[in-house]
């Protein structure tokens, strides 16, 4: 029992020592503490656990232990903050109460999404299937622009090939002219050389350019061709698509809190047990705080409030003969 009673005091920050001295009172003050105590950090190891596993995916059980752990570390060092704490404090009392307010809210939501799991999910499910439809609705109307913008551009090149296709047929090759140029010497009529350049025009058949033309624009529309084809298969295949997509989503804790509150909106019943279970956190979160802040102190709390008010007036007397001494 010393071994449990100095690890209780190791929890709430007692002093094991003045505890020994004190009476019936001050020991079932302090049972009474840590009863509030280990209370509140089971249940915010248990919230702890399940937010890990629930919301940060964690899969590793002792990952989960530790976020568990930390969560009822934290828990400790709060409740620790008003244990320790002597004579009054309404700043502290009040930032208390707003901190218990909010810690009972959070721990509501979490519990809740496990209560009404399986009316969150179909709450969820509802939800997703008007997402699905609102999705579908917006990427059809992307595939229709995709595909007349794809349509006009090769209507317009298919009858610009067309017209082409024409004039190749009317004109396959064209006829060009090559000139090519020589010096020669040849001898004046006074009998010096001279240079002189001639010409010769040759006439040529070639393959109309156009042809080459032609062919880019059949390359062009069979890259038309096969982007409609592929659009036009997205098309039909995007209901399927965008359920698979949307179904596969991990649910979030802001989804789950919103079809919380569907569902807890929905149902007066479901609206009392959210009313009771906040109401029973809250009084939870401020156990501790009701048991410290109480009208009657236990001799505990005197003796440490005793050392206080002796340490003050020792340090007042040391000043004042300190002041004293320098004055004579």
């Known amino acids: 029992m010393n071994t449990l009673s100095d690890l209780g005091c190791l929890l709430i920050g007692w002093n094991k020592d003045i505890l020994k001295e004190c009476g019936e009172a001050s020991h079932r003050q302090y049972r009474k ?3 509030a105590l280990c209370i509140m950090m089971l249940l915010w190891g248990t919230i702890g656990y399940c937010f890990a596993e629930r919301y940060v995916n964690i899969e590793s059980t002792l ?5 568990s752990i930390t969560f009822m570390f934290i828990i400790l060092c709060v409740e620790r903050v008003i244990i320790l704490t002597v004579g009054k404090a309404r700043l502290m009392t009040t930032m208390r109460v707003m901190l218990a307010l909010c810690m009972a809210f959070l721990g509501a939501c979490i519990f809740d999404q496990i209560i009404f799991r399986n009316d969150i999910q179909q709450a969820i499910q509802e939800h997703r299937e008007d997402v699905i439809k609102e999705t579908i609705t917006k990427r059809l109307f992307i595939y229709e622009s995709d595909i007349q913008r794809i349509t006009h551009d090769m209507d317009s090149l298919s009858k610009a090939t067309i017209v082409l296709g024409e004039e190749l047929q009317e004109s396959p090759t064209i006829k060009g002219t090559n000139v090519t140029s020589q010096e020669q010497v040849v001898m004046g009529e006074d009998g010096t050389p001279k240079k002189i350049r001639t010409q010769s025009v040759n006439t ?7 042809a080459e033309q032609l062919r880019a624009n059949n390359e ?3 890259i038309y061709s096969k982007q409609l084809e592929q659009l036009r298969q997205d098309k039909k295949d995007i209901a399927q698509t965008t359920t698979a997509e949307v179904s ?5 804790f802001i989804e789950e809190l919103e079809a919380t509150l569907k569902v807890v909106s929905k149902s007066p019943v479901s609206l009392v047990f959210y009313i009771v279970l906040f109401c029973f956190l809250t009084f939870l979160e401020l156990f501790v705080l009701t048991i410290k802040m109480g009208d009657c102190k236990c001799d505990y709390d005197l003796i440490v409030e005793n050392q206080l008010k002796l340490k003050q007036n020792l340090m007042d007397q040391t000043s004042q003969s300190l002041l004293m001494t320098k004055a004579a």
Do not use: E
């Open 33 to 35: 503490l840590l009863s």
């Open 63 to 67: 990952f989960k232990i530790v976020v």
């Open 204 to 210: 040529v058949t070639m393959a109309n350019p156009l």
């Open 220 to 222: 062009q529309i069979q």
């Open 248 to 252: 596969q989503r991990a649910p979030g």
